[in-house]
């Protein structure tokens, strides 16, 4: 199964990461489909897609996240991205302004670049051209927990990592490394919640803090002592943050205005 539609009420579409999939989504779905039509999907060169090999663009990303919405008839919805599927967000959100009510931001920024990460991305492309990606991707999902190989949810992040082909890879870091929102911050128009794990080691604040300075009116949330995989360490904190989020007054509003521009 690459593809998971479940819930009723407005549309929410979760987009995965680098090296992830729709099953990262797992302790966050029962809760979300209780109040959205929520939608997941695995994209291509990862989870249930892992046969294929991935995009090389977070632009070609966008347009598969739009395609695919197309296809399923949905036209409105809410967002949410994590990490490069933050990235994608960013993108379906100026693709497609008209079409996107809330959008949450969580552990991604706007440059692709990546500074301050664990490594930088030319140092990771290269140990996997040359040595394969076990050990790398081993790294670099370590990373994404405040417990690294301790935390129980290392082993499922490990699982996907692992379905994920070299050049799968490879790719996704040139998507990132050759990406940039940072100067159409302020064309995005839906309502944004930018949400921070304060431990995270791939997207450093200075990320944090040029999405929330850059798209107007956007909300922020820190949470402490949370690395980048927020919503399976501190996923009870998370839910309620996103929840409160999109069923606010000013999501509510924008979605009514957008209806009556139809």
Known sequence: MNCLRVGTGPTLVLVHGFLSGLAYWEKQISLFSSRFDVVAFDLPGYGGKADVIGLDSVDGFADYVLERLDEMGIDQFHLMGHSMGGMIAQEVALKAPERVIGLVL???GPMGSLPGRFESIEESIVRAETQGTEQVAHDTV???????????DFAGGMALAERVQTQTYINGLRAMAGWRSLERLNEIEAKTLVLWPDSDRSYMWQQTESLWRGITGA????VPQAAHNIHLEKTQIFNLLVL?????DKVKQRRLALNECI
Do not use: H, R
Request: hydrophobic share 35%; proline share 4%; glycine share 8%.
């Open 142 to 152: 370590k990373t994404w927990f405040s417990d690294g190989e301790g935390d129980p």
């Open 106 to 108: 969580y552990a991604t």
């Open 244 to 248: 409160d989020f999109l069923q606010s």
């Open 219 to 222: 909300n922020l949330a820190v």
